[in-house]
């Protein structure tokens, strides 16, 4: 999943309906994740979001390698 974080003012129109949508959004619970592992393939898995973890996910996603 990727958010996006947008540059507004804050208490614009924009602001509100970009924090509406996010918030229309939940995320999955560890249950859903855990039965998403078992039930998909996945050509990679990046643990940690650091430096390293971001850019390993960019470099795959760039070379159209399915990640989650």
Do not use: N, Y
Not at 4 to 26: D, I, Y
């Amino acid at each position: 999943m990727v958010v996006w974080q947008l540059k507004v003012p804050a208490g614009s129109v924009m602001a509100l309906e970009a924090q509406q949508r996010l918030a229309a959004t939940p995320l999955p619970t560890r249950a859903a994740q855990l039965q998403a592992l078992q039930e998909k393939h996945f050509d990679i898995l990046v643990i940690g979001g650091g430096a390293t973890g971001c850019g390993v996910a960019l470099d795959a996603a760039s070379r159209g390698i399915w990640q989650w």
